[in-house]
């Protein structure tokens, strides 16, 4: 059975601690552990402040989709993704979301917007564990 969800949120820092609250609350109707809630809150507020900071978009949309075994967050922006090596002694503190985001997740995927095809989509995807 899949059970799927959507909803868009402003592009303001205010929006983030609703998103996780928002990711929270699916993952409590989900019935899925406290640490699993949190890797999902702290993945997706990474995505989102990436597309916040990045996309110049006026919203975030977020996706949740629970099926069998997993649950699927993506939050799309109607931004253009822009690929970099993080200098940290020149460019200070952050710049980690990422790989962050890797670590906590089992599957990250980023499909990129471009300045002719502007929306850049991130699929982040939890598996259940044993």
Known sequence: MEE???RG??????ALAEIRRWVRERAAEAGLSVKTTEELALAVNEAAANALVHSGSADIVVRW?????EVVLEVRDQGVFKR?????QIE????????????LMDQVEISE???RYP????????????
């Open 84 to 88: 970099r090596v993080r200098l940290p």
């Open 113 to 115: 917007g471009t300045a």
């Open 4 to 6: 799927s969800e959507e």
């Open 65 to 69: 989709t629970r099926r069998e075994g």
């Open 119 to 130: 929306g850049t989509a991130v699929r982040l995807v939890k598996r259940k564990h044993g």
């Open 92 to 103: 200070g503190p952050g710049g980690y979301g990422i790989q962050l985001m890797m670590s």
């Open 9 to 14: 949120f402003p592009t303001h820092p205010s």
